[in-house]
């Protein structure tokens, strides 16, 4: 086993626990207030805040540090149409009868549909692929562990930094999406995970008036 380099943990804070309750209570009101947002304006957002989100993603705990992750962020108006393309194709597919009527059913409060106007609208799209493997410096395939939860994570990280700078996401999950890989040029061992849409709402924009479940219903405390 080679020596592990350590370093001390500098970068951790305790606080009070009152300031503690303070800054959990402070986080949970900037975190509810986030919404999936369908109705993008095409106002521009400055890239250095997605770099910095980005990073932010870089962050997320994942399997062995392997970081079994790759962003691809399309600004390209042509990509982005050829993405919506590709996008609405499948969608049309699903909601005319790929999708099994329980489906459809799960959906109806959202009112989603095959148009995907904000494919092209929204100023950014960042294609997330997870990576089952890495290519080591010899070329050699490197396997990745927990793939799905550390590009899960990762794409939580990010959704949360986005909103927390004051940009809206959309989490889209056009299905199935192999033709994102394609499109992008990725190598064969990323799949797509989810597309990522961020920019500002549009004007006067609106979400569906949906609640999240109770503490009590999604958490249990033992002891
Ligand atoms: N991919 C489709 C359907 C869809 C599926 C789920 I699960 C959602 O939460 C929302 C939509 C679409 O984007 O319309």
Same mark, same amino acid.
Not at 33 to 59: K, M
Not at 133 to 148: A, D, E, F
């Given at each position: 086993?080679?020596?592990?380099?350590?370093?001390?943990l500098?970068?951790?804070?305790?606080?009070?626990?009152?300031?503690m309750?303070?800054?959990a209570?402070? *986080?949970?009101?900037e975190?509810r207030g986030?919404?999936?947002?369908?109705d993008?304006s095409?106002?521009?957002?400055?890239?250095?805040?997605i770099e910095?989100?980005l990073r932010?993603?870089?962050?997320?705990?994942?399997?062995a540090?392997?970081?079994?992750?790759?962003?691809?962020?399309? @600004?390209d108006?042509?990509v982005?149409?050829?993405i919506?393309?590709?996008?609405?194709?499948?969608?049309r597919?699903f909601?005319?009868?790929?999708?099994p009527?329980?489906?459809?059913?799960?959906l109806?409060?959202?009112?989603t549909?095959a148009?995907?106007?904000?494919?092209?609208t929204a100023?950014?799209?960042?294609?997330?692929?997870?990576?089952?493997?890495?290519?080591?410096?010899?070329?050699?395939k490197v396997?990745?562990y927990?793939?799905t939860?550390?590009v899960?994570?990762?794409?939580? *990280?990010l959704? @949360? @930094?986005?909103?927390?700078a004051g940009?809206?996401?959309?989490t889209?999950t056009?299905?199935?999406?192999? *033709?994102?890989?394609?499109?992008?040029?990725?190598p064969?061992?990323e799949?797509?995970?989810?597309?990522?849409?961020?920019?500002?709402?549009?004007?006067?924009?609106?979400v569906?008036?949906?609640?999240k479940? @109770?503490?009590?219903?999604?958490?249990? *405390?033992v002891?």
């Amino acid at each position: 086993m080679p020596a592990q380099n350590r370093i001390p943990l500098d970068s951790y804070h305790e606080y009070p626990p009152a300031e503690m309750q303070q800054r959990a209570d402070d *986080f949970y009101a900037e975190l509810r207030g986030r919404r999936s947002v369908r109705d993008f304006s095409d106002r521009p957002v400055p890239r250095g805040v997605i770099e910095t989100c980005l990073r932010t993603a870089g962050t997320a705990p994942n399997g062995a540090n392997l970081q079994p992750w790759h962003f691809v962020v399309v @600004a390209d108006p042509a990509v982005k149409q050829r993405i919506r393309e590709a996008a609405e194709a499948e969608e049309r597919e699903f909601y005319s009868g790929r999708a099994p009527q329980d489906w459809l059913d799960a959906l109806a409060p959202l009112g989603t549909d095959a148009d995907k106007p904000f494919l092209e609208t929204a100023p950014y799209l960042i294609a997330i692929f997870a990576q089952s493997y890495g290519i080591g410096p010899n070329g050699k395939k490197v396997k990745h562990y927990y793939v799905t939860e550390s590009v899960g994570i990762a794409t939580g *990280f990010l959704i @949360a @930094a986005l909103h927390h700078a004051g940009l809206a996401t959309l989490t889209h999950t056009p299905s199935p999406m192999g *033709f994102l890989g394609k499109m992008l040029g990725r190598p064969e061992h990323e799949r797509p995970f989810l597309l990522l849409v961020v920019g500002y709402p549009a004007d006067g924009a609106t979400v569906p008036a949906i609640t999240k479940k @109770a503490p009590d219903e999604i958490a249990t *405390f033992v002891g």
